[in-house]
């Protein structure tokens, strides 16, 4: 069984770029959640992915954006990057979206650095 | 709105000891609630989560938690600690209607030999 998968691991870019990062969800799930983890901080909601439609949102600005394409992967797009967006990106897929009590599974995560 | 406090931000065990971190939530209904473990540079692992069936729920690697809804807490222990434990710990808390989870701020615990 293949876990939950990131890449890159690492990236650096500049304030005002745009960013693409991608996530593979593990095999059978079909809901992809995202999160950013600033340094010391606990994962904050981004976004949830059900079956290629946006499933909930948290207090992130429209300039973070999301695809789940029809293999159940998903990426998170960011453009006019700022500083404070630097940060861990987690990926998590569960089997469904709607139950509450499914379990989550993280991907490694990609760090991300704004100069 | 949900939340989630963490008391105590860094936790220090002697090997052996026992391990306590607190986590209490704000919830107008009793939550999902769930225990997070985070190695460093790895993605957050499932420790064990409660789902309204026991309160006392066990996990992996010998940790437990115990829901008390008159306290709004959901704390996490192990009764004797090994080196591996040194981690982050996240409890996180999710409203049975909604599909969004939200995280503690995390208590780093470290294992003195």
């Known amino acids: 069984e293949t876990g939950v998968t990131q890449s890159p691991t690492h990236l650096i870019k500049t304030r005002g770029q745009q960013v693409t990062l991608r996530c593979s969800s593990q095999?059978?799930?079909?809901?992809v959640s995202w999160y950013q983890q600033a340094l010391g901080q606990g994962p904050q909601f981004i976004f949830q992915?059900?079956?290629?439609?946006?499933?909930g949102r948290g207090n992130f600005p429209p300039r973070f954006s999301g695809l789940q394409f029809p293999n159940y992967s998903s990426e998170l797009n960011v453009n006019a990057l700022e500083l404070d967006d630097s940060a861990l990106y987690l990926c998590?897929?569960?089997?469904?979206?709607?139950?509450?009590?499914?379990?989550?599974?993280f991907g490694p995560g990609t760090r991300l650095l704004v100069l | 709105a949900q939340s989630v406090t963490q008391l105590g931000s860094h936790v220090s065990v002697s090997e052996g000891a026992l391990v306590l971190l607190r986590c209490n939530y704000s919830?107008?209904?009793?939550?999902?609630l769930f225990w997070y473990v985070q190695y460093p540079n790895q993605g957050l692992q499932l420790l064990l989560k409660?789902?309204?069936?026991?309160?006392l729920v066990k996990g992996i690697n010998g940790f437990e938690a115990e829901f008390k809804k008159s306290e709004t807490s959901f704390h996490l222990t192990k009764p004797s600690a090994h080196m591996s434990d040194a981690a982050e710990y996240f409890c996180?808390?999710?409203?049975?209607?909604?599909?969004?989870?939200?995280f503690g701020t995390g208590t780093s615990l470290t294992v003195i030999p």
């Open positions: 919830s107008s209904v009793p939550p999902y």
């Open positions: 996180a808390v999710r409203i049975r209607t909604g599909n969004q989870f939200y």
């Open positions: 992915y059900y079956r290629e439609e946006e499933n």
């Open positions: 409660y789902t309204s069936a026991a309160t």
């Open positions: 998590a897929s569960s089997e469904q979206a709607g139950a509450g009590w499914e379990t989550q599974y």
């Open positions: 095999s059978g799930h079909n809901t």
